[in-house]
């Protein structure tokens, strides 16, 4: 699977932006597709990551801010970034598994996209 991230910008603090994640190469829809994101000089973390079903789960710093869907039909995810902080700086990255369980650990991913950068000024 091939996954193609986009939406990312410069935006000041207190704005939104919305990613995408299209996924394509294959003709199966991926049961589970998140999101993480990398700072410079941290680790990847967590951000949200919703199965075919719809149900999700997102990190607690963002819970409230980000919301995550998906268009099963266009094999795409989203992640609506809203009230964004400073602290939200990062590549953010998406990201498919073939289990429909929710989970936060990126071993459980297997294929990435290639992330796209978000920088939210103060």
């Known amino acids: 699977v091939q996954l193609q991230a986009s939406g990312g910008g410069l935006v000041q603090a207190g704005g939104s932006l919305r990613l995408s994640c299209e996924a394509s190469?294959?003709?199966?829809?991926?049961?589970?597709m998140g999101w993480f994101r990398q700072a410079p000089g941290k680790e990847r973390e967590f951000v949200a990551c919703?199965?075919?079903?719809?149900?999700?789960d997102i990190e607690d710093s963002v819970e409230g801010r980000f919301t995550i869907s998906r268009d099963n039909a266009k094999n795409t995810a989203y992640l609506q970034m809203d009230s964004l902080k400073p602290e939200d700086t990062a590549v953010y990255y998406c990201?498919?598994?073939?289990?429909?369980?929710?989970?936060?650990?990126?071993?459980?991913?297997?294929?990435w996209g290639q992330g796209t950068l978000v920088t939210v000024s103060s």
């Open positions: 190469g294959r003709t199966f829809r991926p049961l589970l």
């Open positions: 919703i199965n075919i079903s719809g149900n999700s």
């Open positions: 990201a498919a598994a073939g289990v429909r369980r929710l989970t936060r650990n990126s071993d459980s991913y297997r294929d």
